[in-house]
């Protein structure tokens, strides 16, 4: 019999579960082509390091941007890798469990789909992504219980109010994890004249980031070229540059939530007062951001605990209650 699997495609990172066997793949979002022949040489982790090894025909590509698929033959060579590494076969023509952020259009829904029908998979349905965090976390998403959780994470974030198996109230924006790297990279190079690696924005968001101003004062030191000369030097940058460069995204994160509670129905309203929000996603770890969120909206608000696989464990216990999640899956088909 054929295994059932579940899906988290994201920007950054991408991640395959079974009902049986758990995650079995959380890596990178990227897929490594030989352009001389067209053929997928590696995916995940396994794709990064290989385009640094080897000649410049092995090509790495992201193929998803914002919470969308922007290369429908790419995306379907990374879900057809995923499902290889998962030990799937393709004529095993599984049944596919897939999120889709709440903000998707039909297009994009349609695309992420036929995607993973070409990837080999007889049968997918899709679930937005907030209701699949809200079943991870164990909340009650079919009761009439406003249940209140942002999903953060590297190209879009969404912060929902869900009762009743639907979404009442969102926020939506296409940004995230991966726009503060490119906007503390973006600055770097107005202020300090040099270009860093992506991996090393990245490794300074983790150190000096604080959405609340809290690490002022400290500083890292980073391997980076001059952008007249391509020469490399060692650049210090301080904390205080780093959270400059987040400003606009966190503050436009904040707002999306604040709109999204201020929609809310009287009665739900009073439930995420009782009951607080839940941010999941990779960007929930940025320092101190639940913290800030928690102080404009009086709310309570939490990080959960490895908020990054939150939604591909929903997904994961879908695969064992399809029957009775039927109609959360049939409202992420519109």
């Known amino acids: 019999m054929a295994t059932d699997v579940a899906l988290d495609i994201g920007t950054s990172f991408c991640r395959v579960a079974t009902s049986e066997q758990g995650v079995l793949f959380n890596e990178p979002s990227t897929v490594a082509i030989d352009t001389r022949t067209g053929d997928v040489v590696e995916v995940g982790y396994g794709a990064m390091d290989l385009v640094a090894r080897t000649s410049r025909h092995v090509v790495a590509f992201r193929p998803l941007a914002q919470g969308a698929t922007i290369d429908f033959d790419v995306t379907a060579r990374l879900l057809a890798g995923l499902l290889e590494r998962a030990g799937i076969s393709k004529v095993s023509r599984v049944r596919a469990v897939m999120s889709v952020p709440s903000l998707a259009t039909a297009i994009e829904r349609r695309a992420l789909r036929q995607a993973a029908v070409q990837a080999g998979a007889r049968e997918v349905s ?20 406003g249940s209140a959780v942002s999903v953060l994470g590297a190209g879009a974030s969404e912060a929902t109010l869900i009762s009743l198996g639907g979404i009442v109230t969102r926020g939506t924006r296409r940004h995230g994890g991966s726009d503060l790297d490119a906007a503390i990279a973006s600055l770097i190079r107005h202020r300090h004249g040099v270009v860093i690696a992506p991996a090393a924005a990245e490794a300074l968001k983790i150190a000096l980031a ?39 995204v966190i503050t436009s994160t904040v707002t999306m939530v604040q709109d999204s509670l201020a929609e809310a129905p009287p009665d739900l309203s009073q439930d995420v007062s009782a009951r607080g929000m839940t941010l999941v996603g990779g960007l929930a770890r940025l320092r101190d951001l639940g913290e800030l969120i928690q102080k404009k909206t009086n709310v309570d608000v939490r990080v959960a605990p490895e908020p990054e696989l ?25």
Do not use: Y
């Open 210 to 248: 604080s959405a609340m101003s809290r690490t002022s004062g400290q500083s890292e030191t980073v391997s980076a070229r001059t952008v007249e000369r391509g020469e490399p030097v060692d650049v210090v940058v301080s904390a205080d540059l780093v959270n400059d460069a987040l400003h606009d």
């Open 126 to 145: 899709l679930i937005e992504s907030p209701l699949a965090a809200a079943i991870g976390l164990g909340l009650p998403v079919q009761d009439p219980v």
């Open 310 to 334: 939150v939604v591909i464990r929903g997904l994961q216990m879908c695969l064992e209650e399809m029957s009775s999640l039927h109609a959360l899956f049939r409202d992420a088909d519109r």
